[in-house]
């Protein structure tokens, strides 16, 4: 069965840095989504994307965050200058169509950790 | 907005019986989604049932079912004949009908299988 990918698995940096976790969506999915989880808290939703556009994202999705798809397979999540804070699992989703019901397939999240 | 709540950050239960895992949300809108997730150790989150909240009949998944009452807000989720591959968190998910696709998690559910 086709899996939503992730890399790296972990990434530590130092405060300050630029840092880029990518994913690979599962082939014929249109949605994409980054969800992030700060270690003892919920999973909490990021931004959304379709059509090479954000369609929808949260407060904690500052300036600081940007998303893109660049060759049309990544799909990346770019943190410009990282604060501690931002230490947490980041977990990228993927769905196929439009629509509250249909599924959104998880990758195995990148652990971020902000030294 | 919706607010999703998992009373139970800890349960177990013996292999082969039933265990029962508790949600209740809290949404403005008409019409949405429940899901639950399984994440086992290291891998990433699946869907293991999903429930549309227009359906009074509760979803079902071979040994996992679900309990909807939608006046209380409350879906809790029922595994039986618990397997030790079940061990994993749960997080229970909602997710509105139209116009966001964002889903809204729970703080999950730790379940150990005891053999």
């Known amino acids: 069965e086709p899996e939503v990918t992730q890399t790296p698995s972990h990434q530590v940096t130092q405060m300050g840095q630029e840092v880029i976790l990518r994913c690979v969506p599962i082939?014929?999915?249109?949605?994409f989504y980054w969800y992030r989880q700060i270690l003892g808290q919920k999973v909490e939703f990021l931004v959304s994307?379709?059509?090479?556009?954000?369609?929808?994202k949260s407060e904690i999705f500052d300036d600081q965050f940007s998303v893109e798809r660049p060759d049309g397979s990544n799909f990346t999540l770019k943190i410009r200058s990282t604060k501690l804070e931002d230490s947490a699992m980041y977990f990228c989703?993927?769905?196929?169509?439009?629509?509250?019901?249909?599924?959104?397939?998880f990758g195995p999240g990148t652990r971020l950790t902000v030294l | 907005a919706q607010t999703v709540t998992q009373s139970q950050p800890e349960m177990s239960v013996q292999e082969a019986e039933t265990v029962t895992l508790s949600c209740t949300y809290d949404?403005?809108?008409?019409?949405?989604?429940l899901f639950w997730y399984k994440q086992p150790p290291s891998r990433q989150m699946i869907l293991v049932i999903r429930q549309e909240a227009y359906k009074q009949q509760n979803a079902t998944e071979n040994r996992f079912s679900v309990n909807f009452q939608k006046a209380a807000k409350s879906f809790s989720l029922k595994i039986s004949d618990s397997q030790l591959g079940d061990a994993a968190m749960y997080f229970c998910?909602?997710?509105?009908?139209?116009?966001?696709?964002?889903?809204?998690f729970g703080k999950g559910t730790k379940l150990s299988v005891i053999p």
């Open positions: 998910a909602s997710k509105a009908g139209a116009g966001s696709y964002q889903l809204t």
């Open positions: 994307f379709y059509n090479n556009e954000i369609s929808e």
């Open positions: 082939s014929n999915h249109l949605y």
């Open positions: 949404t403005s809108e008409s019409d949405y989604y």
């Open positions: 989703a993927t769905q196929r169509l439009a629509g509250g019901w249909d599924t959104q397939y």
